[in-house]
């Protein structure tokens, strides 16, 4: 599990598909330069976890980074943040 979306790409670079669901915040630098690298689907409605009554009142957006068909995982460290 990455604790840190700006490293989603290099980990898929390295052949992993990464999966994050992110608030979508898309007036941020990080969004820019980091989410649109990906697949962005963005969640409509307001989500809701477990039990709860209510649901998030944060946009949300699910980002899935594939691996490239020609990646080498000795170059992953390119694409570090």
Not at 29 to 45: L, Q, S, T
Request: with cysteine.
């Amino acid at each position: 599990m990455l604790r840190d979306p700006r490293t989603a790409p290099s980990t898929a670079w390295a052949g992993a598909t990464v999966v994050c669901l992110l608030p979508a915040r898309t007036n941020t630098a990080y969004w820019h330069d980091y989410c649109f690298k990906g697949e962005v689907r963005f969640i409509r409605g307001y989500p809701k976890f477990g039990n709860a009554k209510q649901g998030l009142k944060v946009p949300l957006a699910v980002v899935v980074f594939r691996p490239p068909k020609d990646a080498d995982p000795a170059t992953a460290d390119l694409f570090a943040p």
